[in-house]
């Protein structure tokens, strides 16, 4: 089940901002999310508990719970990520380039890892670009709505699995398209093919949400 399994405590709050290098504030967000999915309650003397459930059951909790939410969320990323690729295009550090190109070789070669990884790897790639802005109040937004960027890339998984596949295989594309754009220092290229990433993903998920469950 994982490295939490049900009825397994989730370490506090500061230790899981230490382990995972993100202040309090960024757990806490990621913990009401959990909670208002269904995956994890409060229980005095416990801390925070991982629940049992059902797979199909709790994947159209989350669907319906944090859909309007998850709009929101894809919204934000549209109105500043666009531009955060623009901004590293335009000053691309050293650091950036031997990310970028690190990325590019294993994006290429196919190095996608089990799910979590890939969803991981994928929501700390934006994180990256935004660290690499230079721009702190970026960073900061962009770190808050991580925990989103996973919920979004989980709900990828209650799709058919021809469209879960296309999402895959799509996003492995944009990714590569703005990294390109990057690197040739193409400040408009990389507005315009992040700007598309954000708007397919978007597309993606929610066009297909009334195939789910069915």
Excluded: W
């Amino acid at each position: 089940m994982g490295e939490y399994p049900p009825q397994s405590s989730l370490p506090t709050e500061t230790r899981l901002a230490t382990d995972y290098g993100i202040s309090r504030t960024v757990v806490r967000s990621a913990l009401d999310l959990l909670k208002r999915a269904g995956l994890v309650e409060s229980r005095q003397g416990s801390g925070t508990v991982v629940v049992e459930f059902e797979p199909q059951a709790l994947a159209q909790l989350n669907r319906d719970a944090q859909l309007p939410e998850l709009r929101d969320c894809f919204e934000c990323r549209a109105s500043i990520e666009p531009d955060i690729a623009a901004i590293v295009a335009a000053n691309l550090s050293k650091p950036a380039r031997a990310y970028l190109e690190d990325q590019k070789r294993s994006l290429n070669e196919g190095d996608e890892g089990t799910e979590y990884e890939r969803s991981v790897r994928d929501a700390d790639f934006h994180i990256k670009l935004a660290e690499f802005s230079t721009n702190s109040f970026f960073v900061s937004i962009m770190n808050q709505l991580r925990p989103h960027m996973l919920f979004a890339m989980n709900i990828t998984k209650t799709l058919t699995s021809r469209a879960h596949r296309n999402h895959i295989n799509l996003s492995r594309l944009e990714h590569l398209e703005t990294i390109a754009a990057i690197l040739n220092e193409d400040s408009d290229g990389a507005r315009a093919s992040m700007r598309h990433h954000i708007d397919s993903s978007t597309a993606r998920i929610f066009q297909n949400q009334s195939e789910s469950f069915t």
